[in-house]
C-alpha cells in the first residue's frame, strides 16, 4: 500500500519566517508532486519532480523552492512566509511505471500570521 | 498549457438519484483524465480514470465519459449514497510531455437522505 507522509498537520509561522515542508514516500516513486489547496481555485502545482536533484517549475512557483536529494524525500520551502501563503499544501507522488496515478498525503494546513 | 474547466461547482442530490460533473480541456494532446475524490478534512483519492483511445470507463456505481472531438468528458455517479458526498476533481495531462496533472477547480457534491 502506497504511503505518502507529511512533516506537519498544522503548522503556524509568521511573515518572514523561512518554512520547511517535508514529504516523504515509501514505494519508491520517482516523480514528486507539491500542490497548494484554496477553496474555489482546486489543486494549483507549484513545483515536480522526476529525479534526485531535478525538479520543474509548475504553474505557481513564485515564492517557494524545493529540495529533492534523495528519492523518498521532497521538501517545499518557502524562503520568506507571506500571508497570502496561507493554505493547505499536498504533497504527491507517482511512479513511472504507472506514471499518471498521483498518491497524495494527507496535506499541511499552514497559517501565516 | 492546459487549462482544465470543470462545472458545476457545487451540486446537490437527493439519495439514490444520478450525479452528473462535466470536465473540459483545451489541449488536444492530453491523453490521461484522472477524477479523484477527496472526503471532508482526507486527501484527494484516485477513483477512476480514462485514456484517450477509450470512449467509456465503469466502475460499479461510477463512470466515466470522454469525448475527444468536443475535448470535454465527465463523471457519472448513478444511486447517489450519503457516503459519496465529498469534493470531486477532474484533471488531465499528456503522458508524452511529462507526469504533472492539471485538475479543475473541483466540484462540492452533496447528498443528501
Known amino acids: 500500500d502506497v504511503k505518502v507522509t507529511q512533516s506537519s498537520r498544522y503548522l503556524v509561522k509568521r511573515t518572514g519566517e523561512k518554512v520547511f515542508l517535508e514529504c516523504v514516500q515509501d514505494m519508491d516513486h520517482e516523480n514528486m508532486f507539491w500542490y497548494r489547496q484554496d477553496p474555489g481555485l482546486g489543486l494549483r502545482l507549484i513545483y515536480f519532480s522526476y529525479d534526485v536533484k531535478m525538479k520543474e517549475k509548475g504553474d505557481i512557483p513564485e515564492g517557494y523552492s524545493v529540495s529533492r536529494e534523495k528519492k523518498e524525500r521532497f521538501s517545499l520551502i518557502l524562503e520568506s512566509a507571506s500571508t497570502n501563503q496561507t493554505s493547505m499544501y499536498l504533497c504527491?507522488?507517482?511512479?513511472?511505471?504507472?506514471?499518471?496515478?498521483?498518491?497524495f498525503g494527507p496535506g499541511t494546513r499552514l497559517l501565516v500570521l | 498549457g492546459e487549462n482544465v474547466e470543470q462545472h458545476p461547482s457545487t451540486l446537490s442530490v437527493q439519495e439514490g438519484d444520478s450525479a452528473v460533473i462535466k470536465c473540459t480541456y483545451s489541449d488536444s494532446a492530453s491523453n490521461y483524465f484522472p477524477w479523484y475524490k477527496q472526503e471532508l478534512g482526507k486527501r484527494p483519492q484516485l477513483i477512476i480514470d480514462?485514456?484517450?483511445?477509450?470512449g467509456e470507463k465503469k466502475d460499479q456505481r461510477i463512470a466515466v465519459t470522454l469525448n475527444k472531438t468536443a475535448k470535454h468528458f465527465s463523471l457519472h455517479i448513478t444511486e447517489t449514497q450519503p457516503e459519496d458526498s465529498a469534493v470531486y476533481f477532474c484533471a488531465a495531462s499528456n503522458s508524452n510531455s511529462g507526469y504533472a496533472l492539471n485538475f479543475g477547480k473541483g466540484t462540492s457534491l452533496l447528498v443528501t437522505p
Open positions: 504527491a507522488s507517482s511512479s513511472t511505471r504507472l506514471r499518471e496515478t498521483q498518491y
Open positions: 480514462i485514456r484517450s483511445n477509450v
